[in-house]
């Protein structure tokens, strides 16, 4: 089975950016939606954005025009470039298909302090 390997988290200021990745062990291109998760502290797992191979993207509405959602099928890879962020985007982050159905993997830590 396709496993996921998250990166590129981190503990940035508020307004400041991180760029994720999410590099998967076998080919996407068959997944026809790959999405990005979180999950906070006490939390349930929430869907933060997907991308389908047409592409089309959506976003949870709290993250809109901050955040940026990508794939790249050729390197079966997929990104989150997260600008402006806010203390409520602190959370473990997690790629997944969109409905998930791959194992999770370990997720990035996303920390936004001052």
């Known amino acids: 089975q396709v496993q996921l390997v998250e990166s590129g988290g981190g503990l940035v200021q508020p307004g400041g950016s991180l760029s994720l990745s999410c590099a998967a062990s076998g080919s996407i291109f068959g997944f026809y939606a790959m999405a990005w998760y979180r999950q906070a502290p006490g939390k349930q797992r929430e869907l933060v954005a997907s991308?389908?191979?047409?592409?089309?993207?959506s976003y949870l509405d709290s993250v809109k025009g901050r955040f940026t959602i990508s794939r790249d099928n050729s390197k079966n890879t997929v990104y989150l470039q997260m600008n402006n962020l806010k203390p409520e985007d602190t959370a473990v982050y997690y790629c997944n298909a969109a409905p998930p159905s791959l194992r999770w993997g370990q997720g990035t830590q996303v920390t936004v302090s001052s």
């Open positions: 991308i389908t191979r047409d592409p089309s993207i």
